[in-house]
């Protein structure tokens, strides 16, 4: 497994990539480098995993015999199809039994695992010239050099990669939730770039939401805690108005409820 992907693997937590993501950030800051990322919105990542592409990863990852047919017998061999409850006529409309081909069965405890070995490949491609940050399927690709052309030139080579290979692998990107970010110090200016991918681009923005920490272009955490302040006064607020209602245990309920999410 690369060291870029963090996610569902021992010792490793969302604490250790958002760390990863903002040192990297920083470190090319404190070096008078400039430093972008894309921070990558995947359609429907686990849905659209291919049984027959992910049998040859297995393979190629040294998976063989009878461990390989097992894995095989687990995927092949699934059907489903769709039933719409008529309520005047008191009957069900049902569609052809289809094999599915993509997709994980639902509650599995494999489904992570054969992912992460589903996209394992990702990082080599990329990571000559960006530093790609993985948790699972949220992907972000940091970018560093000091000046903005050979800069630009390197997202763009990486960006059109990221794309074949995604679309080799029958997965893409979400182009309406993926977006840049530049980072800068307060005292340098904004940098705007185009960057798509088949006359598909994505946004560029001032701050981006990672892992559930929400960042902004120079690090000062002001967005999210705004974000954190307004849940937090939603939370106080529900359980200031309940506690003449409900029980104390059932307010130490909600107050974990909210205060441990967030």
């Known amino acids: 497994m690369f060291n870029e992907q963090y996610g569902f693997r021992l010792g490793l937590r969302t604490d250790n990539t958002t760390y990863k993501l903002t040192t990297e950030i920083l470190n090319a800051m404190n070096n008078k480098l400039l430093v972008g990322g894309i921070f990558c919105d995947l359609k429907k990542a686990f849905d659209c995993v291919n049984h027959d592409i992910l049998l040859c990863k297995l393979k190629f990852y ?12 687990y995927l092949d061999n699934r059907y489903c199809r769709t039933a719409i409850y008529n309520g005047n006529e008191n009957s069900n409309q049902v569609s052809n039994w289809a094999k599915i081909r993509h997709r994980f069965p639902q509650g599995s405890i494999l489904r992570p695992l054969l992912f992460l070995l589903y996209i394992n ?51 893409s990107l979400n182009f309406n939730k993926t977006n840049y970010v530049h980072f800068t110090t307060k005292r340098n200016m904004s940098v705007n770039l185009q960057i798509g991918f088949n006359n598909n681009f994505i946004t560029n923005r001032f701050y981006t939401k990672s892992l559930g920490v929400t960042m902004n272009k120079t690090l000062s955490w002001n967005n999210h805690i705004d974000l954190l302040v307004k849940k937090l006064s939603k939370a106080c607020y529900i359980i200031q108005n309940a506690k003449t209602y409900i029980s104390a245990p059932s307010l130490k309920m909600i107050y974990y409820a909210f205060f441990t999410w967030l």
């Open 62 to 73: 040294g998976i063989s015999d009878k461990v390989l047919q097992l894995y095989q017998s």
């Open 121 to 171: 490949d990702l990082p080599k491609i990329i990571n000559k010239t960006s530093a790609p940050i993985i948790f699972a399927d949220d992907t972000s690709i940091l970018f560093t050099h000091s000046n903005l052309r050979d800069l630009n030139k390197n997202i763009s080579i990486v960006f059109k990669t990221l794309n074949k290979w995604l679309g080799a692998n029958q997965l």
